[in-house]
């Protein structure tokens, strides 16, 4: 039976359905305020994980990752956006609600770094570690970096794939919707091929050397 931190795998969770709690209502306020209500009327303008909670993708995939010391990633329900109440240039309006969840994780990244700096424990990385504000602090923003990055990346039904479908237009936008429903598929084979961390880790990397 493998070594296991259950106090760490907790904070990780507890962490993480935060970090996708904030993203998902990010996008729900968004889009009502751009003229969409649908997810308000659903309840969806909210920071109460229950309503954002898909059951896979918060709960059982990133606790077994958790469990096996996989990288730690996560999806809640995603917030319906009806394009027909987006009136004007939907196709802006769209691109912002899509970059809103990414932008609550980037936020939420830096307001924890800033508060690494008021922690009463050293500034070097290795000492705040070992104290439990900044350890936590310290998992808010890697884990929120982690997810704005991995959201961005512009692969269809991801963040960054409703943002590029906002800027294709014409032949191009009809070709990239097609792959909408392969979106996974091609996610997943480019995670098994290695070559999804080579999208992520520069940016990654270059974030959290910003921010710590």
Known sequence: MPNIDFVQVFVTFLVLLCSLTVHEA????TADRLGDPTARL?????????VHIDP?????????AMITNVPVLGWAKPVPVNI????????RKYMAIAAAGPASNLVMAVIASL??????VSSRLQEVVLAPAG????KVVTLNVLLAVFNMVPIPPLDGGNVLAGVLHGPVADMYERLRPYGFLILYALMFTGVLGMIIVPPYEFLLSWLL
Not at 42 to 50: D, E, H, M, Y
Not at 56 to 64: A, E, H, K, N, W
Not at 84 to 91: E, P
């Open 26 to 29: 990010a996008h729900a306020w």
């Open 42 to 50: 659903l309840g969806r303008v909210s920071l109460n994980p229950a």
């Open 56 to 64: 896979i993708g918060t709960i059982v995939f990133p606790l077994i």
């Open 84 to 91: 027909t109440r987006l009136r004007g240039h939907w196709k």
């Open 115 to 120: 508060l690494l700096h008021v922690v009463p």
């Open 135 to 138: 350890a936590i602090l310290l």
